[in-house]
């Protein structure tokens, strides 16, 4: 079984512009989170959807939203690119959103 | 903001020796999780704790969790170079009805062949 995918792995992108990251869960699995990870520190929590609704949100500014498909994939989008937005982008899926979770590799997004 | 808190921030032990790392939390859990990251790529779950339980193993990994004192600890037995990555703790609050984790900065080991 495939795991979980993102899409692109890396990216650049200028300041001010949009970017778009995807994933796909694993097969069956309803639930999708998003995190931030900058360099030399722990992930931070962006959103999880469930059943296609949003469940939860950290603290990030309205720039940043999603959306998750009826396929259960999911989308990050990230509007007025800042400098600090340069990280790691991880998506993460599980059944229901409990238990554990399953990462995907991420997608490294360089702000320049 | 980070939870968790993890010490020592960075191990360097042998091969063979036992790697012990600790996770402080701040506020209730409804269970602890331990993720291994390497070289910054995706995590990789390795072991989740529940809040009404005191210890469990997989394999060479003892995680054990003391929520009097919100704390946590992953020991690594007889460590390979393989083990060499970033290992991290994550909380789910509980009493919440979404799976948000809250994880803490991490720990860096290092296990030299």
């Known amino acids: 079984d495939a795991g979980v995918t993102q899409s692109p792995t890396h990216l650049i992108k200028t300041r001010g512009q949009h970017v778009t990251l995807r994933c796909s869960p694993i097969?069956?699995?309803?639930?999708v989170s998003w995190y931030q990870q900058v360099l030399g520190q722990g992930p931070q929590f962006i959103f999880q959807?469930?059943?296609?609704?949003?469940?939860g949100r950290g603290n990030f500014p309205d720039r940043f939203s999603a959306r998750q498909f009826p396929n259960y994939s999911s989308e990050l989008n990230v509007n007025a690119l800042l400098l600090g937005d340069s990280a790691l982008y991880l998506c993460?899926?599980?059944?229901?959103?409990?238990?554990?979770?399953?990462f995907g590799s991420g997608t490294r997004l360089t702000v320049v | 903001s980070q939870q968790g808190e993890e010490d020592p921030q960075a191990l360097s032990i042998q091969e063979g020796e036992n790697a012990t790392m600790n996770c402080s939390y701040k506020?209730?859990?409804?269970?602890l999780q331990w993720y291994r990251q390497n070289s910054g790529r995706g995590l990789v779950h390795l072991i989740l704790?529940?809040?009404?339980?005191r210890e469990k193993h997989s394999g060479r990994l003892r995680v054990t969790l003391d929520t009097s004192k919100k704390s946590s600890s992953l020991l690594i037995t007889a460590s390979r170079a393989a083990d060499t990555a970033s290992y991290f703790c994550?909380?789910?609050?509980?009493?919440?009805?979404?799976?948000?984790?809250?994880f803490g900065q991490g720990t860096i080991l290092t296990v030299h062949p």
């Open positions: 994550a909380t789910k609050a509980g009493g919440t009805s979404y799976g948000k984790l809250t």
């Open positions: 097969s069956g699995h309803k639930s």
């Open positions: 993460a899926s599980s059944p229901t959103g409990a238990g554990g979770y399953t």
């Open positions: 506020t209730s859990i409804n269970n």
């Open positions: 959807y469930y059943e296609k609704e949003e469940r």
């Open positions: 704790i529940r809040s009404n339980e």
